[in-house]
């Protein structure tokens, strides 16, 4: 049995290498935590963060609708590519935003929807851990959507049929109105 002296010796003279293997040790104990859950002392449950569950959720849960990650999702709704999330990314502020765009949120998913969507903490976690990684997310692609959320995407409406059955001859698009002076653009 090694005396914690002669630890704290061991650890000294081998220098960085010991914290390279206590670094190694630490990141897979997290990962364990992140993709099996804990509970802490004070009783408090922490969920797994899944971000292959929380791929097929993004989905699944109709947040593609309203958000895009890569390119693929809806725009009425802020882009939740990694690259553009904090590191690291602190999971509870993430759902305090949520929060604050709650009412929104509720107003945008009945709209387009036709409901508020359920979602459980566990499946939130793994949501929020899809969206910080980038490993997951570069798996990401149309064929993840189911066929239901797709035609939410779309209109619903697959074909251009207009009100008097004629295919393809819909109203033409309005024209846009520019009201900016010339020379500004509305970018600084």
Do not use: Y
């Not at 990141?27 to 859950?37: F, R």
């Not at 408090?44 to 989905?59: E, H, K, N, S, Y």
């Amino acid at each position: 049995m090694i005396s914690s002296k002669q630890l704290l010796t061991l650890v000294a003279l081998t220098g960085l290498g010991a914290q390279g293997a206590l670094a190694q040790e630490t990141a897979a104990v997290s990962d364990q935590m992140s993709q099996s859950g804990f509970v802490l002392e004070n009783g408090l449950a922490i969920p797994a963060f899944d971000p292959v569950r929380g791929r097929a959720l993004f989905a699944a849960k109709g947040c593609v609708v309203c958000h895009s990650v890569n390119g693929i999702g809806g725009e009425d709704a802020p882009e939740f590519s990694s690259e553009f999330m904090e590191s690291p990314m602190n999971a509870f502020d993430f759902a305090a935003n949520m929060w604050r765009g709650a009412g929104a949120m509720i107003m945008m998913q009945e709209d387009e929807m036709g409901e508020q969507i359920e979602i459980s903490g566990e499946e939130l976690a793994a949501i929020i851990a899809f969206v910080h990684s980038a490993d997951e997310q570069a798996k990401f692609s149309q064929a993840d959507i189911p066929h239901d959320i797709e035609e939410l995407m779309h209109g619903g409406d697959d074909d251009d049929d207009d009100d008097d059955g004629e295919e393809g001859h819909g109203d033409e698009p309005e024209a846009e109105e520019h009201t900016e002076e010339a020379g500004d653009t509305g970018h600084n």
